[in-house]
């Protein structure tokens, strides 16, 4: 290793994390390495959870962490903030996610959703418990945690990542279609399909 | 034939708008429409809340965090001196 180009570890804080992203942006890119650590710091959960989400698996979420970063870096000339970072980002993320999906020929029973989930007829089931008043941590038992899983996983990927983009991840209609590069009507219309065939997947525990 | 087939099919067409209702209010005729055949009907009222606790289900599923042993991993494999080399060759 070249000595000039070793890492330097300094103990003295840096006020770095309170510095705005494009100023992290523009010192990493100028050979920063604490710049681009505090970017990593930032949005490392961001990355790693979405890849949680989208792979529903804590070893191949690390992997996509890993190669998001690495993109990120080798591609930090390239981001020429006409998108938010975080945008720009999600669709690193995204791609990783699918590649590393493609690389393993993983995919298991997909589904087609080119003809509606929806059966005539197939929603008259009265009314609903109140799930509301129900804390979040009570719900989530394992085997509830296994059907989210499970039914997420039949999803095909171009579907999923639109409802884990606009409303796990709460971007808007209009940061998911940048991310994907989608039209609007696209992404709505996937993501009215991918909310109807999970609601279709939980049925049992809609009607209680 | 059912009987409710009427009833239904404009279920249908409601059920077809219903997910962009749980986005935005948009304030167009179609959506007043829809907004008052859910408001209604009790089976369109049950299917929105029904797809309002997917997306609720969805989102407190908890997620795991990156350990400080991830966090060090990823740095380490981020290619710091190839890229910053480069630059300043690029520079000399
Ligand atoms: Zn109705």
Known sequence: MNPLTTRAHHNKAHPLKNLPDERLIEDARNGNVHAFETLVKRYEQMVYGFSFKMCRNKEKADETLQDTFINVYKNLQQFNGNSKFSTWLYSIVTNNCLMNRRKRKMDQEMVSLDEPPVEEGAHHHGTIPSWEDTPAEKMMNTELRSRLDTSIQKLPQDYRVVFILRDIEGQSIEETAQILKLSIPAVKSRLRRARIFLREQLNDYMVQ | ?92
């Open chain 2, 1 to 92: 034939m059912k009987k409710t087939q009427r009833h239904t099919l404009n279920c249908r067409s409601v059920y077809k708008h219903i997910c962009e209702n749980l986005d935005a209010d948009i304030d167009s005729a179609k959506c007043r429409r829809i907004r008052a055949h859910i408001e209604e009907c009790e089976n369109c009222t049950a299917y929105l809340d029904s797809l309002k606790k997917t997306v609720y289900l969805y989102r407190a599923y908890p997620t795991p965090l990156v350990s400080t042993n991830a966090h060090k991993e990823l740095i380490a494999k981020i290619p710091f001196a190839t890229v910053s080399e480069k630059k300043r060759r690029s520079l000399g």
